[in-house]
């Protein structure tokens, strides 16, 4: 079984980018690549090869949606699981999101210390 | 008895035309039947005597017998027709003569000829009245045949004729008696008072109805001169001088004073004041003609006096009704030729027009000069036309009065065209200026509220008791498209267009402010929109019942603001609130986030002596967070964006949640929180609004609880609603503070918020939750002994208690 050790975390502000990341790394101990856009993100998911993809929804440009309908043509959502960010938390759209391909939904504000632990349990849920 | 079909005069009797005349002529004389009178028996004596028989009989010959006015020598008063000798007298014009009846064929069986009195000679004349009947006999009859002598015939002619003559008298002093009688009669019974004098004015005759009025017997004035007994001297000086002038002679002051007129063909009535028997003086209104005979002489005079003392008492009387009257009666007389008068004015002219009644008795100009000038015409015009028309008469006009000054009057009457094509009007007039005043001044008035109610920036609508529509003001008009129109409260909403503050709930006619009002209540405040001119208007409505000063209902009114613009401003402000909360979320994830990581010392050791700094920085900024959450909620709410997944599930496992995932709050605070009794009842809720609002009460609790104390949750069923309650031990609710409790930003203190860390918006928020899901929520609290927050919610009861 593989583990989970590399993580892509799509988020256009710097500042969450820079939180996450820190998260994820100081307290999970992952290996986080940062891309500001949905466009990096495609041109970087396949060099890097993520374990995890963390994708914002509201972003410029390409918004999560959309980048997620892109990645599933050139990845496997079933072995690299996306879940979203958002902190729209009305139950109708975490549904869509769903649908869309989403493993599941993280709602903003997160609390960086239960972050990691979070997403663990997202990617474990989704080996059996 | 033998048929006297052979005689010449068989049927004498029969109902020929003539015989009907003769018998009326017999009739007239009323004598038939009459008693025996001396003067009728002296000319059968006579007859009788001259004629040297023994029996002789005035006998009138009717349809059936002959009767005997007058009899000599006969015990019978009549014998029948069919065997009289005088039937044959009155068929002929003379003497008829009979010798001897024995020897007569037409007699030679009669019963009076061969039975008593065994008539065998038979004379009569007949009784010829002046117009040609023979109305019967004077006859002569002996028991023995005879002749009369010619002197003898002669004689009973001219008896005969004296006989009719006395017919004459006896029927003419009837008819004088009866005539007498009559006249009599009427005197006695006639209700005006008639006193007959000679042509000098002496009394002769007095009636009842003269002797009651005067107090005088027909004896005391009978015999004495009429002027002198019952005129005053005075007032015969007074009339005698008038109508010496009058008539153009010399007239005395004595009883010509009542017959000059006559002589000049003239029958006057004329006013007098009789004297009494005891002094007092009668009033009369006489009337004096001439009597005279059948030769044109004069006889004497009548006099007829009429009581005016009732006719007095009448207009005394009206003069006293006019009196209390307030205005003038009058009664006003226009003819054909267009002259006028007043027959009659009451006082009350004085008040109305300045003038006495006197001045009005001839002439109408004197009223017309005292009305205002701008008037006049319209006056007459109106008069004019009322008497054309003949329709009740009614005008206002003004009164230049000599005494008050200008007034206002008010007239009506009525006319009556009269035989003669004059109009005869009855009427009043009074002084309505003080009215007119208040009418000015209410006219005034109401234009002053006319205008208001244009000028006002609200819409004003009001109905009557009856719930009509009675009154829209201009804005009223404008933002309904419509006017008043009749129609039951009931469509109102429909008719205009009235809906819910969502606009798209028409409202239920018990919504309606007005007709809320219209019920008695006073509605506040109340949002509703009207959609009738395309955009919907927001408005707030406020209705009131309107009541008389007496307290009778009037009907209502309800005044609507616009709020279209404030709520325009305020859905923007709430819009804008929502954008810079979205937008201040990303950065506050960053720096909560941040703060966290610091704090958790996984970025290494923080120095002690910046920890006190960090944990304020992460509190407020976990604060500023929640604030965000709220405002976004509310934002929500108003917006009716907030989704509710109503989902029936039982109630305890709801609160025991609310009470795990609040634990760790309150202990923070020292508090613990406990639940009491909960039934077993189910609700049918959004779960997590649930949670969201028992965090909120919960939390609140805990933070104004003192350290040490417990919150109890509990809830109680009752009438299919389940009430869940929040009861702390802390200060509770200060009574100031108990009406903006549920308000935005309410605080007890403004620097609660800031020691207690809430963003006053958790309660507001609280509020529309329960509310949208069909609760309440209330508290009950007295300051110092804590508070008691609740909701109710429609519940369904279960079988099965709680384990």
Known sequence: MAELRRILHVEDDPSIQAVTKLALEAIGGYQVLSCSSGAQALEEVEAFAPDFILLDVMMPGMDGPQTLLKLRERIDLEQIPVTFMTAKVQPSEIEHLRKLGARDVIVKPFDPMLLAEQIRSIWLAGRY | ?803
């Open chain 2, 1 to 803: 008895m033998e048929s006297p079909q052979a005689s010449p005069a068989s049927t004498p009797f029969s109902a020929q035309p003539r015989e009907l005349s003769r018998l009326a002529a017999l009739l007239r004389y009323e004598i038939l039947d009459t008693p025996e009178e001396s003067i009728f028996d002296d000319f059968t004596e006579l007859a009788a005597q001259i004629c040297d028989t023994p029996i002789a009989l005035i006998s009138l010959v009717d349809d059936r017998r002959q009767w005997f006015k007058s009899r000599v020598g006969l015990g019978v008063s009549e014998t029948s027709r069919e065997i009289s000798f005088c039937t044959y007298t009155i068929a002929g014009d003379e003497i008829f003569e009979v010798p001897d009846t024995l020897q007569d064929p037409r007699f030679c069986n009669n019963p009076l000829v061969l039975g008593d009195p065994h008539i065998r000679f038979y004379a009569g004349t007949p009784l010829t009245s002046p117009d040609g009947y023979n109305l019967g006999t004077l006859c002569v009859i002996d028991r023995q045949p005879r002749r009369l002598s010619a002197q003898q015939r002669e004689t009973l002619e001219r008896l005969g004729r004296q006989v009719i003559r006395l017919f004459e008298q006896h029927l003419l002093a009837h008819r004088h008696a009866e005539q007498a009688a009559l006249q009599q009669a009427i005197l006695d019974s006639a209700s005006s008072a008639v006193l007959v004098t000679r042509p000098d004015g002496v009394v002769t005759s007095v009636n009842p109805t003269a002797e009651r009025l005067l107090g005088y017997s027909e004896q005391t004035l009978v015999g004495h001169p009429l002027t002198a007994a019952l005129f005053r001297q005075e007032a015969l000086q007074r009339r005698a001088l008038l109508l010496s002038s009058e008539l153009q002679i010399p007239v005395e002051a004595d009883f010509s004073v009542l017959t000059a007129p006559l002589h000049r063909g003239r029958r006057d009535m004329s006013e007098w004041r009789l004297r009494h028997q005891n002094g007092n003086e009668v009033p009369v209104l006489l009337g004096v003609s001439a009597i005279h005979d059948e030769q044109e002489h004069l006889r004497g005079y009548l006099v007829n006096a009429y009581d005016l003392a009732y006719q007095e008492q009448l207009q005394l009387r009206l003069q006293q009704i006019a009196a209390q009257v307030p205005g003038m009666l009058f009664q006003f007389h226009w003819r054909a030729d267009g002259a006028s008068c007043f027959p009659y004015v009451s006082e009350g002219v004085e008040q109305t027009y300045g003038l006495s009644p006197g001045q009005l008795a001839s002439s109408f100009a004197p009223i017309v000069c005292r009305v205002h000038g701008p008037d006049r015409s319209a006056l007459l015009i109106s008069i004019r036309k009322a008497a054309n028309e003949l329709t009740p008469w009614h005008s206002e006009h003004r009164v230049e009065h000599p005494r008050k000054g200008l007034i206002w009057v008010e007239a009506r009457a009525t006319p009556l065209q009269q035989v003669d094509g004059s109009v005869l009007w009855h009427g009043f007039v009074t002084d309505i200026t003080a009215r007119k005043a208040e009418q000015l001044e209410l006219d005034k008035q109401q234009e002053m509220n006319r205008r208001l109610l244009e000028a006002l920036s609200e819409a004003v609508v009001a109905c009557d008791a009856e719930g009509n529509l009675t009154l829209f003001n201009e804005k009223a008009k404008q933002w309904h498209g419509a006017d008043a129109e009749s129609g039951s409260p009931e469509q109102w909403a429909t008719r205009y267009q009235l809906f819910r503050a969502d606009g798209m709930t028409p409202l239920q006619p018990e919504e309606i402010p007005l007709r809320r009002a219209l019920h008695g209540e006073h509605v506040i405040n109340h949002e509703m929109v009207l959609l009738s001119q395309g955009a919907p208007r927001y408005v707030l409505s406020n209705a009131d019942p309107l009541f008389s000063s007496d307290g009778h209902p009037l009907g209502a009114v309800v005044v609507m603001h616009d709020i279209t613009e404030r709520k325009r401003i305020e859905r923007l402000q709430r819009e804008f609130i929502s954008t810079v909360s979205h937008e201040l979320r990303t950065p506050l994830t960053s720096i909560t986030g941040a703060l966290a990581l610091i704090c958790s010392n996984v970025m290494g050791e923080v120095p002690e002596s910046m920890l006190e700094l960090l944990d304020i920085a992460q509190q407020n900024s976990q604060r500023l967070g929640a604030l965000i959450d709220d405002l976004l909620d509310m934002e929500k709410l108003h917006a009716g964006k907030m989704r509710f997944d109503m989902l029936e599930q039982p109630l305890p496992p709801l609160l025991e949640l609310a009470l795990r995932s609040n634990g760790s709050y309150a202990e923070r605070h020292g508090v613990q929180l406990h639940l009491g009794a909960c039934p077993a009842v189910s609700v049918t809720v959004d779960a997590m609004r649930v949670q969201q609002v028992l965090s909120n009460l919960l939390s609140n609790a805990a933070k104004f609880s003192p350290a040490g104390e417990q919150v109890e949750l509990s809830a109680q069923f009752s009438d299919g609603r389940v009430r869940v309650s929040v009861r702390d031990q802390g200060p509770g609710i200060s009574d100031e503070f108990h009406a903006r409790v549920f308000q935005k930003f309410a605080q007890a203190d403004s620097s609660d918020s800031r020691q207690q860390g809430g963003t006053g918006l958790g309660l507001a928020i609280s509020k529309e939750l329960i509310e949208h899901m069909g609760g309440q929520i209330g508290f009950e609290s007295e300051p110092g002994r804590g508070a008691c927050f609740w909701f109710e919610l429609p519940a369904q009861g279960q079988a099965k208690e709680r384990p």
